[in-house]
């Protein structure tokens, strides 16, 4: 055993547990696109194909209106992102930890703690990025008026993708080994959709102006950077913060995010 | 060589209540043998593992598996550890088959060397049946099974089996015992953990009988048993107390009788040949009460009574 076929086994052994999610995503696959897909799917057909047509006589349609898709798409992809990481790390983590301790065969492989956390974030992430493009066909096909993206930097916009999804993945690992199972259901009700609802998702940043204490109150909440950072990449034509401002963002959310999820993780598996 | 060597180890849990769990414990295993921890429930076994397979931080002390440093180099340690814990931790989400080919794979097997190294394991461990079920679906015993083969997939050097026949009906205890003698064949060592004396004298070269994290007595079981006399141990439940030294003192005038006292519920009688003695002693107990007797073959069991003046299952 020489400690030079360090490197070489880490990369395995990563490889190793990324496959195992993966085959396990390939088995439920369709169940995970309903997941993820569901919402978003009825939220454009809510809002932007039954409302429309209402025309005047639904008071609700005014708010909507016939660009509201346009708004609305960086926002669903937002959310589906943060849903995915919540739903692909959050929840089997807490249940790993809690009830099945599945979590100890994966702990025990010849990988670094932080490794084994960190391949949980980058494989949520990996379904936070699926599941956030899985929004654009939905956006172009179901609305009465077709959103097509207009994607000015495709780099801002991977590199937007590439953090928010990170951050979701880190939040979920948060979540995951700080709740315990049985309180997972209350997290949802108590974080996860005052985020989404607070989180720029169906109206830009910029339009809160009016309310000023709100504007500045929800620069706490993560997703107000995924929603405007997909803006800014997926419709720059809507109102927007500066793509500078939200990067820094970002990049600070992943790793507070990501240093706190690992110290629960740490905390979960070594005594 | 040395497989596993455990140094001055110390783990001390601070909370509310400070709890020594492990006090001070020396142990070192060759290659190859069979080595039980034999103590109640709390003597601090599983925390020993723990630290020694790298999930628990010891508060003093060293463990070095094959030479590296568990604390300092954990991620290495790990190649060389194969651990059986106490539940059942296989991955839900897998098949059996699926289960020791992605541990295969978490230890650096390409796709190729990870699908033989399963399907070599599933006959090994008469799995083949079963190798598309998943875990759900499997019998305590069956999954204890698949435990053991996938803590072996990557060839450890040291496999730890924390309290392996907790739990299994007697026939899989049976085939647990052989799946593991059958491993010792093959050179691997064994730590395990148990509180089942007769596991700890038919499968282990040699044993560390402990109690409150402090090693109490080490080695062979014959060695153990001959040491600490190989003693029948009568226990005698009595209504009352009164005169009881009188009685102590007629019994330990038999030349047979290694030691009698007084316990809180009765007595405790040790002797090395029991010919005769059953009816002495109920004899002499008679007039103390005598409401029940139980009596202890020379065994572990008896070793650990004279140890800790306590039993092994209370």
Redesign the interface.
Known sequence: ?S?AD?P??FV??F???L??DL??LT?EFLPFLLRVGMQPLLFLFVFTFILPRMGGANPMAAGGGMNFGTILLPGLMAVAIMFSGIAAVALPLSAEFGI??????????????WAVALEKVCFSALQSVIAALLVIPMAYFIPAVPVRPHVGSWFLFALVLALGSLLAGSLGLVIGSKVNPKQIGLVFSIIVVPVTFLGCVYYPWAYLGKMRWLQIAVLINPIVYMSEGLRAAVTPEIAHMPWWAILVALLFFVTALGRLGLKGFLGR??? | MLIVEIESLTKIYESKLRVVAVDGIDLELEQGEIFGLLGPNGAGKTTTISIATTRTLPTSGTVRIAGIDVVKHPAQARRHIGVVPQFNTLDRSLTVDENLYFHCRYFGFSHGTAKARSLELLEQFLLSERKDMYPAQLSGGLAQRVQIARAIAHRPTVLFLDEPSAGLDPQSRMAMWKAVEGLHKEGITVLLTTHYMEEADQLCDRLAIIDYGRVLALGSPEKLKQTFGAQTVFDLTLKSHQGIESVIARLKARAEVSGAEATPEGMRVMATATDGLLPEIVQAAAGLGLKDLKIAEPSLETVFIQLTGRELRD
Do not use: F, H, N
């Open positions: 055993m400690m360090g070489g086994m395995k052994s490889a190793g547990l496959l195992r085959r396990v088995r099945t301790r599945e979590i100890d065969d994966r702990v025990m492989c010849p990988l670094p703690l598996v070594l005594s």
